[in-house]
């Protein structure tokens, strides 16, 4: 599902009225409709009070209280007076909504603020994806008595102050409990900083034109359950395990033998024909005994043959010259695409030059404090994702930015993922990410499709593992792993 802009967002506004034919308003009403049939089933018998702009999500909300109103429901609506110009569908709806008995109070000094009384549901209609500019005023004003309420807001296509493709920190925005998107994601809703503000988010299908979308060049879009499954191979009846590809994983020190155990589990799980794990001598037993099923290499041997179909190296890895050193001779002995995260990334952002020698095709697989160690500092979630971006033209590498809506950038373009939960930020997540990616590399997928799979089964098999019997606070990697052919399973479902 690709994620337009405030502009695009306008100009697919503009492509359904022309090409479907609709009219403006009759696009507004149906927004609108979508809105009211969401409000009755989920906050029936309540009050409402709607603030609404003078712009177009103003119309949405005038729409939305003459609905409610028909609907026998106690609506107040309150419209703040600002300099700006009321658009044409907001006159037409005020309109209809005098016509239908519906009183608007104009307010414009905070001693109009209402009492906002308990169990009052707020709707935000002051500003949708026109809002261009900080807010002030009597708007500003109304926000901050907002926030400061008890009540439950549900803002209306996006929290009025919210900047649909842009950082909004340290703006004053609503603090919506819920967010009613129209028809899409939008940019705005993949960044953490945003997620206290926008609550919980409903997309509403106001039926805009879909062959817009599908013409549509856009940087970011948010990976879907199709696409996964489009990516998906089938597994000959006829293969053995050398079809299915050897993996490596250089993984695992003294103290850290469970991220090692973690990631060869989980690559094994992922469906690698054989796999082998370079560890530390002092692991090299532990090993044996968790995943009998890998095969082992004591580091200290240093020669590599290029019988390896992918590698991944970093888990529990460790940072010393040892390892150093064996990452520097690998990128310099092989052409094979690599999967680097945790302790390969660390040696990477202090080895720097290392970059330029990385294979085409490799996967780096950063946290946001590990894509900073390498990449440079980011002022906020914005300006990673449009690094992360603008890396993957510069380097033929794919860059995961793991997160709760990890961005997987290749080639200019950004893609989010869209499973997984909070119960899977733990320690050993990433381990577990990182041998499912080398599987999938291993078995012959490309670097964007591994990337694209991966990150989506391993976050499936998270929301999977806490459908069956975990909790957010309970879930451990290894349930993950546990999960990982439910997860097959399900997205072949
Ligand atoms: N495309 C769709 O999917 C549909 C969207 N709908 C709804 O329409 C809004 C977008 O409406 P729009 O009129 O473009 O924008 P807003 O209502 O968000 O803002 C209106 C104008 O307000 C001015 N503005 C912007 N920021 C501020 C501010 N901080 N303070 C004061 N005024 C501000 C600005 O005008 P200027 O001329 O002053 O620059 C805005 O244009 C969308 O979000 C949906 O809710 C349709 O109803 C259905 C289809
Ligand atoms: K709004």
């Not at 106690?74 to 658009?87: D, G, H, R």
């Not at 106001?206 to 089938?234: N, R």
């Not at 690599?338 to 996967?363: C, F, M, N, R, Y």
Request: hydrophobic share 45%.
């Amino acid at each position: 599902m690709k994620l337009p802009d405030a502009q695009q967002l306008k100009a697919w506004d503009a492509y359904t009225i022309q090409q479907e034919p609709v009219s403006s308003t009759d696009l507004m009403e149906r927004a609108a409709m979508a809105c009211t049939g969401w409000l009755l089933t989920h906050f029936n018998n309540r009050e409402f009070m709607i603030f609404c702009g003078k712009g177009n999500n103003g119309g949405d909300g005038l729409a939305i209280a003459r609905l409610l109103l028909q609907h026998g429901c106690a609506v107040k609506i309150f419209l703040p007076q600002t300099a700006n110009p009321v658009s044409a569908d907001h006159a037409v709806n005020l309109l209809r909504l005098r016509e239908a008995g519906g009183n608007a109070v104009e307010i414009s000094t905070r001693e109009e603020l209402p009492h906002i009384t308990q169990g009052i549901i707020v709707i935000d209609a002051l500003y949708g994806s026109g809002m261009n500019r900080p807010l002030e005023g009597i708007v500003a004003d109304i926000v901050n008595h907002l926030n400061n309420s008890e009540a439950v807001v549900v803002s209306i296509d996006l929290p009025s102050g919210m900047l649909v493709h842009e950082s909004s920190v340290g703006r004053l925005m609503v603090k919506a409990a819920y967010t009613l998107s129209f028809q899409v994601y939008k940019l705005c809703f993949m960044a953490a900083a945003n997620a206290a503000f926008f609550g919980r988010l409903v997309v509403l299908d106001i039926g805009l034109h879909p062959l817009f979308l599908h013409q549509l060049d856009t940087v970011y879009s948010m990976t879907t359950k199709e696409k996964t499954v489009s990516l998906l191979k089938d597994r000959d009846a006829f293969s053995h395990k050398g079809t299915h590809g050897h993996a490596l994983l250089i993984a695992g020190n003294k103290g850290k033998a469970g991220a090692a155990i973690l990631a060869a589990r989980a690559c094994l799980r992922t469906g690698a024909g054989l796999l082998t794990v370079d560890a530390a001598e002092t692991i090299i037993d532990i090993l044996q005994t968790a995943v009998p099923e890998a095969m082992t290499k004591d580091r200290r041997e240093k020669a590599f043959s290029n019988r390896f179909s992918a590698i991944g190296a970093g888990p529990g890895m460790g940072t010393g010259k040892e390892e150093t050193d064996l990452l520097t001779g690998l990128l310099n002995d092989t052409d094979q695409p690599l999967i680097l995260d945790a302790d390969a990334l660390t040696i990477l952002s202090v080895h720097k030059q290392l970059l330029e020698q990385l294979p085409p095709g490799t996967i780096l697989t950063p946290h946001p404090k590990e894509f900073d160690r390498v990449f440079g500092a980011c002022s906020h979630e914005f300006d990673r994702w449009n690094r992360a971006v603008a890396l993957s033209v510069r380097y033929p590498f794919v860059i995961v930015l793991k997160g709760h809506h990890t961005l997987i950038a290749w080639q200019g373009k950004g893609m989010f993922n869209n499973t997984g939960n909070a119960g899977m930020a733990k320690g050993g997540s990433g381990d577990v990410l990182t041998g499912m990616l080398t599987a999938l590399l291993a078995q012959g997928y490309t670097a964007h499709d591994a990337a694209i799979l991966g990150v989506w089964l391993h976050g499936l098999a998270g929301d999977l593992a806490l459908m069956q019997q975990q909790s957010l606070e309970s879930l451990l990697p290894s349930d993950l792993i546990d999960s990982i052919g439910a997860a097959f399973n399900s997205l072949r479902g």
